[in-house]
């Protein structure tokens, strides 16, 4: 490849370099004109290029790109939280409208009239989402609605967004947003005329400061400020669920303290095979009154050899103090499994005689009393935690995570090293 770009005369290079089907990423590029959809929902990070999405898509289809649209769209919406974030991102900003590579003649900004005008007469009209009425009258043929996560109004600004959307003969509407957990945004990304795109802010990471990816990324990676914010991912707390996102959150910590006890605890799945439980593996520390979790090495659909020794090496790599290890259906045979790989762990049994709520509700008191740690972010064990309700999972599927987790709490603060203290859970 290399040397067949070398190989080009030097206009054409420069021509590969401004165009956007060339450079862009796929989650980039706008679904087909001709296909059936309405709302083109671009859901990312913050960084990942969702506005030079937006000003690419709206800039071809003003210039009629067949590559984007089967005709010109001769007029636009831009809608924004204010005017100043339309002016200031969607137009005037460094991936905005006339911060594009030069395709000719540029389009004109005139603040005054709140208006880009291209050379062929298509034009585009910009809104602030504080005044939803100032949509009523104009009508579009395609809008660009950027940021409706965080507009003070959202549905009423969006509403009276979609009545003027009545020209031509597929008027659509393109959302770039990092995704919050509103109506809207559920509302957008349940309806079958939506076209999604997700983006994380890695994915741009060509076009990022460094110190922006060691100072910010590294620091939120993986909690729920950084799914949301990085990865773009719609994060939401189970109205019944025992815990939330807020309390975990409040007491997450960099490292933990010098630890009194460590126990790897194991959640072995029923089962073997293809359609087997995950084995859930948790190592949780102690210091005084509290716990710290140190690490989720859950295994999905792994052997008993595999997660065996998956466990027995979490133990020796975190000197650990015990594997605590759930004997109900199989278990028996999950700890004799342990004992045989290696005999000199001690491994401690402990036993379900109550439901997984009644189980996992003390330890979820000791998260509200911030007594409960987490050293790190772990993404998956924390969607479970916040997702887990009266009747399980909202998927119906089996909580290892959690089950590990609650075992290895229980063993260390609530008295759970002796069998009957657990028994009485």
Partial sequence: MGAFLASLPA??????????????????????????????????GRGCGKT???????????RGDPAFTDAVVGRIALVGETFADVRDVMIEGP?????????????????????????????????SAEEPDSLRGPQFG????????????????????QFGLRLGARPRNLVTTTPRPIPLIRRLLADPRTVVSRARTADNVDNLAPAFLDAVVGRYAGTRLGRQELDGEL?????????????????????????????????????????????????VGAAGASAYVLEDATLARASPQAWAAAALALYHRLQADALVVEVNQGGEMAAAVLAQCDPAVPVTSVRATRGKYLRAEPVSLLYAQGRVHHVGAFPALEDELCDFGPDGLSTGASPDRLDALVWAVTHLLLGGRREPRIRGL
């Fill in 11 to 44: 206009p054409l290079l420069l021509a590969l370099e401004h165009d956007w089907l060339h450079r862009a990423r796929s989650d980039q590029l706008p679904p087909p004109w001709e296909a059936d959809w309405t709302t083109w929902a671009v859901i990312g």
């Fill in 142 to 161: 395609a809008a660009w609605s950027d940021e409706v996560a965080k507009w003070r109004r959202p549905e009423a600004a969006f509403d009276m967004l």
């Fill in 95 to 127: 991936s905005g409208l006339l911060g594009l590579s030069d395709r000719g003649a540029r389009p004109r900004w005139s603040p005054s009239r709140r208006r880009v005008e291209w050379a062929n007469g298509a034009v585009a009209m910009a809104f």
């Fill in 235 to 283: 994060i939401a707390d189970r109205p019944d669920a025992l815990w939330t996102r807020d309390a975990i959150e409040a007491t997450r910590l960099a490292a933990a303290p010098e630890l009194a006890r460590i126990v790897v605890a194991v959640d072995p799945p029923a089962s073997s095979g293809a359609r087997a439980d995950a084995c859930g593996l948790v190592a």
């Fill in 52 to 62: 030079r999405t937006g000003a690419e898509w709206v800039d071809a289809l003003a």
